[in-house]
């Protein structure tokens, strides 16, 4: 096959992809304002999605609280200013690093998880035994699901940018000889609100990605056990990069001069 | 009334359904026979509007079905999918019970299990079944809970996808009368697919043999060993020589 048209079906195939998802959100946002509503599904979900996904986003902001207070400390000794650290930790974990590396954290664990779930009833037909017994599949699926994700991830990442800041801190006064109560004070007194409010909906915004890519990939399962695989790898692979993308996009919104 | 008029349906370049002509009468009890991979399945699944097919024309009662409320319409019907798709997160007697524990049929939930448990000892399951989950059940298991779960909410409209195949004789027999009864007794419509002949005979009033994307032949049952057509005839005494090619 000509190489050139090989590349232009497949800039065809993802535009018509992009498409497809977000005609999917639409519908999603257009499901959870009317009703029926699934409470019992969504309180199952808050655990699932939410409480479930704690360790891995403490731990997480916990070892890049730590080694960020290390590179900024190495850094600022260039030019005598190690006394940044506590600011610069508690800042770069709150608005960029909390709410990211948890957002991909998240993709791997919840993303994967809902496209295997929703990919498996589809393919044995659990999807539309759903449609007989008149239940739409988007409400009771995709709408506990996303708003789940939505509402907990600015939580989690709430959570998280505490324990990333306790990382720093912690690594600050056993291995960089800050005074404890030095530490503390800088840190609260140059964080802004706004640092940790934009992280925070940032963090909303990565869990609609998530659960909305590991519903939309799951729904579009191919058949059979590597339908099922596929579908987890691309809702994977599909959140995580366009956590990154919303990640610029926002920080482009909130911050650019 | 359900008819369908000359309905199409392919997969990409395979053609399955090759305009679909079938009337199935109000507290009928038809029975659509035909080769593995012929199209059954993908059938009463139009109807159902779970797969949408490319032309023609599917009637309820007269009204287009696309044109309906969807939701009144699939109050109506009740479908055991022929690989049972029970729901594997809930335990047994929720998935039975699923209509009755949401939406507009949400009924108290000790009403509901009740109910629940009925049904299952009405397709043969111990009331001990209730509270498994559908991965811990046999497949003839398996096949009978998606038929209790069909049943539940007492629909007008059933589809059976191979209710017997699976189970043993007896068993299998205890699901013919159980769907004769639902018909004759509760007045119901079904639209059974089997490839037991003798559930063909227990079942039906009316036999439609869907063949090369197209019904073959229908007729009242006591005409189907009369019938007169080579398929008929090879497809209802099992043989291997004959019209219909083995290979497909
Ligand atoms: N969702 C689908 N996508 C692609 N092809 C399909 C799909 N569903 C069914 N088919 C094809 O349509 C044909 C008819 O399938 P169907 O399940 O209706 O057969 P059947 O008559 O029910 O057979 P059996 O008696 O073995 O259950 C098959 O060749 C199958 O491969
Ligand atoms: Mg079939």
Redesign the interface.
Known sequence: MNPLAALGRGTLDILATIGQIALYAFETVSHLLRP?F?PREFLHQLVAIGWLSLPVVGLTTLFTGGALALQIYAGGARFNAETVVPSIVAIGIARELGPVLAGLMVAGRVAASIAA?IGT?KV???I????????NPMKYLTVPRVLAATLTMPLLVGIGDAIGIMGGYLVGIWRLDFNAANYMTNTVQFLETWDVVSGLIKAAMFGFIVATMGCFHGMNSGRGAQGVGRATTQAVVSASILILAANYVLTEVFFAA | MIEMKNVSKAFGPKQVLRGIDLTVGTGESMVIIGGSGTGKSVTI?CI???IRPDSGQILLDGKDVTKEDR?AF??R???L?Q?G?????LPVWQNVA??LL???LKKPKPEAREIAIEKLRRVGLAPDVADLFPAELSGGMQKRVGLA?AIAAEPGIIFFDEPTTGLDPIMAGVINDLIREIVTEMGATAVTITHDMSSVRAIADHVAMLHAGKIRWTGPVSEMDNSGDPYVDQFIHGRAEGPIEAVR
């Open positions: 029926p699934y779930e009833m044995t037909e659990q539309d035994a759903l449609t007989t017994l008149s239940t | 699944k159902l509007g779970i939701d699939l109050a019907f009740g479908m999918f690989g798709a029970l729901f594997d997160s699923f209509r949401r939406g507009s779960r």
